[in-house]
């Protein structure tokens, strides 16, 4: 059964950091493009960036270029988002996504990231 | 980037067909997925490709596409129905890996 779990969320101050993790059961990682998409509380969602299957090519949002960072663990079968010089803006809710290039078929629960002074 | 278009809400009677549409230039060029989400809930794959639906899903929903617009289309409504679609595709603007999602559809089931 494909599970994917997130965690790392919290309340954090702007301007700092944090990292997401998308923990992977069920299939192997590195077969598949993995998708990184949020929610504000109450809003649409948003993608945030992919990392193709093999790693060959990595896409961000404008909204987070520069400041986030997708990366792969395939030994621990683990997708990271790391999110640098967080804004109030970029308080969501932040679900990893198992690919399709075009679509994701599996979503993890979620992880809520707050950003408030 | 580019936009993908839906329409805020939509309502349809119980047992009854309604669409839902999604428009924007990458419906040219690429499929649109459509994701079905529930107050508290992940988003839900409901369809993808040309019309293909993940297993589990029932087949009163189906996917369409002409030109810059894209529909999911539930035939036969169910309570359980009742939830926000969004759609997305690629992003024919950005990197090929690049998506862009609409701004979501909440359907209401009379």
């Known amino acids: 059964e494909v599970q994917l779990v997130e965690s790392g969320g919290g309340l954090v101050r702007p301007g700092r950091s944090l990292r997401l993790s998308c923990a992977a059961s069920?299939?192997?990682?590195?077969?598949?493009?993995m998708h990184w998409v949020r929610q504000a509380p109450g809003k649409g969602l948003e993608w945030v960036s992919t990392?193709?299957?093999?790693?060959?090519?990595?896409a961000y949002a404008d909204s987070v270029k520069g400041r986030f960072t997708i990366s792969r663990d395939d030994a621990k079968n683990s997708l990271y988002l790391q999110m640098n010089s967080l804004r109030p803006e970029d308080t969501a809710f932040y679900y990893c996504?198992?690919?399709?290039?075009?679509?994701?078929?599996?979503w993890g629960q979620g992880t809520l990231v707050t950003v408030s002074s | 980037s580019s936009e993908l278009t839906q329409d805020p809400a939509v309502s349809v009677a119980l047992g009854q067909t309604v669409r839902i549409t999604c428009q924007g230039y990458?419906?040219?060029?690429?499929?649109a997925s459509w994701y079905q989400q529930k107050p508290g809930q992940a988003p839900v794959l409901v369809i993808y490709?040309?019309?293909n639906r993940p297993s589990g899903i029932p087949d009163r929903f189906s996917g369409s596409s002409s030109g810059n617009t894209a529909s999911l289309t539930i035939t036969g409504a169910q309570a359980e129905d009742e939830a926000d679609y969004y759609c997305?595709?690629?992003?024919?603007?950005?990197?090929?890996?690049?998506?862009?999602f609409g701004g979501g559809t909440k359907l209401t089931v009379l």
């Open positions: 490709g040309k019309n």
């Open positions: 997305n595709s690629r992003d024919s603007s950005g990197s090929h890996l690049s998506w862009v």
């Open positions: 990392i193709s299957w093999n790693r060959d090519t990595i």
């Open positions: 069920g299939f192997t990682l590195d077969d598949y493009a």
């Open positions: 990458p419906l040219r060029t690429y499929y």
């Open positions: 996504a198992k690919g399709g290039t075009d679509y994701g078929d599996y």
